[in-house]
């Protein structure tokens, strides 16, 4: 009986599977190999090694003759003669779907080059293809494999004529990302290229590629004219001729140990979109396969983080000395005395940054424990640890943060464990150098290092340290190798920084990479899945346009992949208050784009009306879905509209005026097409009610034909939200939250045959919350009855809108029931 149970379970899992993969298809013979579904095909031609990238649906080669190319070095030598092979892997089902792959083997003749392979994965009804590869090492001696161009110098534009091309990186830390016009790009990480076919039409045409699988290896995407001839290094390259090409490559400075008769397959793969023709579209589905990939979940800042050490200079802050334990606790109980907490929880960061120059080269730095800390004054009495720290705070209803520099070890740490140096090398520990450019640095691949941090990670946890900001990364970025493991590459090393930190705090924990490719390091996207936010901005407390377009053109990863974040802000500069227009610009830009906001204004320094102002972002927004940047290819340096689809039938729309000096009459089409126009997305045929966040008003119903457009101040940036009329009341904007009812109301139901608009109310103690109603002409002023829970209710007509006030007469945060009958 238990027999044919199994059996019947296997034959239906047989036809499920078949089902499943029909729409992928993997041809292999002695000529050809193809991979294809419905939407593209790859196609390899077994006699040179090429192959095709086609879009099936338009029936045209969007990558032609493309090669797969290992270790070219500076100069390109006569390339040796290969033999090639293809197999079928079978079926493939993975975190991204259902699919099939082929292995294509490139086996040089007579050579010093490796034999390798290349391994393409189509999914079914997905727009995309995912390049792996791997190495056999044939020789009696071990090889290391730094560069993959799974797809080398492929053509571009066969038989097409270029339009209006653009292009977007896929930028990482501080590096400055700007929709160029332009087709030529070398990005790492990955890249956006979009342009129009006027030989047909103008149609749309749009690549996407990136890494997407991140192990040992960085990615980079290059479109480049002329053939590579020779890479000179440090980003010099030598071309010849006119032709347009496609490489993208999978590399690491280190590269990966194949030893003798090995055959190593990599763990770190390629993403190409050459289908989608949205370029919005393809970037999103982009991102939401890079955090699959990697299992990326980043922890949401849900909170504001003071900084102490930004609050106690002079430049960017206050010059109060709160940047010790003791400060940053009365500090916390400062926060909790001006009712911040009825809103959002809040953090204090305790920065330990005592630098090599005041002892000798002696630091807080490898110690990392609070003997050290309170030796160079970061833990003062009465909280000279950080379990004593940490419980202070807490009970004031506070978390702590604090800061780790990557590899900038004291000298005395250094002199009691030479063997955890790179190269096991101390002998320069001697010279005078910069703090950020250390002549001796931690081997993050030493066993006995490892545990030692493993050790530490664990009891800063369970002492209660919720985050860690992680200084100067640039300095593990060990470009030269030096490792006691030999099996790591520059990249898993610098990848284990991180590692060891999330598995001693766990994944609740909140993890921070400064990086700012200080000494020509790259900005990379390789600590995905581990790293939960990325800064882009030197320090800074001040606010600029750039601060917000890099989050904001990287809105098909924030939240997905990484958060990202401009530095610590004031609501002061140069020791004068910010004008309400800067401030609400700020906190708009960086609460919507980024999520994350650290403070450099001190509790006691706040006003009720900047408190109350940065009471509107939180909770912030929730992992998975970003603002737009729809007018990114509108000709703007900076984006100007950033809008945000919480349902079909309502949007949320950010504006900014980026003019710093002249007022503005910004202007947004309703409807149309998003990429061409820069338009919203409504219905033509719809019209929608708009409803002013910061000046709380009404604003009437725009038609779906038409365009909405406001006048600015310099520097000023404000939220609209956009609701779909309909022939009931419904809710158009709140009081409590930027998001204008999206995180603050909940089950919003219109009952038509009862004529009830009912909704639950997250209201706050103290707080009077005003939700704007909209009504059709034949309802307006006609309230029957009002029910509501824990809270107290008044109802303001008004000519275009009824206004509900509920005020709580319990504790904070109680939700109120509320039943309106029209």
Not at 76 to 89: F, G, T
Not at 569 to 598: D, P, Q
Request: charged share 25%; glycine share 8%; aromatic share 14%.
């Amino acid at each position: 009986m238990h027999y044919f149970r199994y059996l019947l379970v296997f034959v239906v899992s047989l036809i499920i599977t078949n089902v499943f993969s029909q729409d992928v298809n993997a041809v292999v013979n002695d000529d050809h190999a193809i991979i294809e579904n419905d939407y593209l095909e790859v196609k390899f031609d077994l006699t040179t090694g090429q192959y095709n990238c086609i879009d099936k649906k338009l029936n045209l080669t969007m990558v032609k003759d493309a090669w797969f190319r290992l270790d070219a070095g500076e100069v390109a030598w006569r390339k040796p003669k290969h033999q090639y092979r293809a197999e079928s892997a079978g079926i493939i089902e993975d975190d991204l779907g259902i699919g099939k792959r082929i292995r294509v083997w490139y086996l040089p003749q007579d050579s010093y080059d490796p034999e390798r392979f290349l391994d393409l994965t189509v999914y079914e009804n997905k727009k995309f293809v995912v390049f792996g590869w791997g190495v056999r090492n044939p020789f009696d001696y071990g090889i290391r494999v730094r560069n993959a161009e799974v797809l080398h110098q492929g053509t571009l534009f066969h038989n097409q004529v270029l339009n209006m091309p653009k292009v977007l990186r896929s930028g990482a830390g501080a590096q400055a990302n700007f929709v160029e016009d332009t087709w030529r790009v070398d990005a790492y990480n990955g890249a956006m290229v979009s342009y129009k076919d006027a030989s047909r039409k103008n149609e749309r045409r749009t690549f996407v590629g990136g890494g997407l699988k991140y192990k040992e290896f960085a990615k980079s995407f290059e479109t480049h004219k002329g053939e590579i001839k020779e890479n000179l290094g440090l980003g010099k390259k030598n071309y010849s001729g006119n032709e347009p090409f496609l490489t993208l490559s999978i590399w690491d400075p280190q590269g990966k140990e194949v030893l003798p008769g090995m055959t190593w397959e990599s763990q770190d793969t390629y993403y190409l979109d050459f289908v989608t023709q949205n370029p919005f579209e393809s970037l999103e589905t982009y991102g939401a396969n890079l955090a699959l990939a990697n299992k990326a979940a980043p922890n949401a800042y849900n909170f504001p983080t003071l900084c102490g050490w930004m609050v106690s200079t002079k430049n960017l802050g206050e010059g109060k000395n709160i940047n010790h334990s003791t400060a940053l606790v009365e500090q916390m109980r400062k926060a909790h005395a001006s009712g911040i907490l009825k809103y959002t929880p809040v953090t204090v960061r305790l920065e330990p940054d005592y630098y090599c120059y005041g002892d000798q080269g002696n630091t807080q730095q490898g110690w990392w424990n609070d003997t050290y800390w309170s030796k160079y004054h970061s833990l003062s009495k009465p909280y000279a640890t950080f379990k004593k720290f940490s419980k202070a705070v807490k009970e004031f209803g506070g978390g702590v943060f604090t800061y780790f520099q990557v590899s900038l070890p004291s000298n005395d740490f250094a002199k009691e464990h030479p063997d955890w140096m790179i190269n096991n090398d101390i002998s320069l520990l001697h010279v005078d150098h910069p703090h950020h450019r250390p002549l001796v640095r931690y081997d993050y691949t030493n066993l006995e290092f490892q545990n030692y941090l493993l050790k530490m990670w664990k009891s800063l946890g369970n002492d209660g340290v919720v985050g860690i900001k992680f200084d100067y990364p640039e300095t593990g970025w060990e470009r030269d190798g030096g490792f006691d493991d030999k099996s790591y590459t520059t990249t898993s090393a610098y990848r284990k920084i991180y590692e060891l930190c999330r598995e001693g705090m766990g994944s609740d924990a909140f993890i921070h990479e400064r990086n700012l490719g200080e000494t020509n390091t790259p900005l990379l996207d390789c600590t995905v899945g581990i790293v939960d936010l990325q800064r882009v901005w030197w320090d800074a407390s001040h606010f600029e346009s750039e601060m917000a377009s890099r989050i904001g053109l990287r809105w098909f990863k924030q939240g997905k992949a990484f958060r990202y974040y401009p530095d610590g802000k004031s609501f002061y500069f140069k020791g004068k208050e910010l004008s309400g227009i800067e401030r609400r610009a700020f906190l708009s830009l960086v609460g919507l784009l980024s999520g994350r906001l650290e403070l450099g204004t001190s509790f006691g320094s706040m006003t009720p009306e900047m408190q109350h102002d940065l009471s509107r972002i939180y909770p912030v927004l929730p992992n998975g879905q970003s603002f737009r940047p729809i007018d990114m290819f509108m000709g703007k340096r900076h984006p100007e509209v950033y809008a945000y689809d919480v349902d079909k039938d309502w949007k949320q729309v950010l504006l900014v005026n980026n003019d710093v000096e002249n007022p503005k009459r910004i202007r947004v089409p309703l409807s149309g097409n998003q990429v061409e126009t820069g338009a919203l997305g409504l219905m033509e045929s719809s019209a929608y009610h708009v409803f002013d966040f910061w000046n709380q008003t009404y604003l009437g119903i725009y038609k779906g034909d038409t365009s909405f457009s406001v006048n600015f101040q310099p520097k000023e940036a404000n939220v609209f939200s956009f609701h779909k009329v309909k022939n009931y009341p419904q809710i158009i904007g709140t009081s409590r939250h930027i998001m204008c009812g999206m995180m603050e109301l909940d089950e919003v139901t219109w009952n038509n045959d009862n004529r009830t608009l009912s909704f639950e109310a997250k209201l706050v103690k103290g707080e009077t919350m005003r939700i704007f109603i909209a009504v059709p002409e034949n309802v307006k002023d006609v309230v029957k009855k009002v029910e509501v829970s824990n809270a107290k209710s008044n109802i303001i007509f008004t000519d275009s809108v009824i206004i509900l006030e509920l005020t709580p007469v319990k504790s904070y945060l109680d939700k109120s029931s509320v039943v309106l009958n029209f």
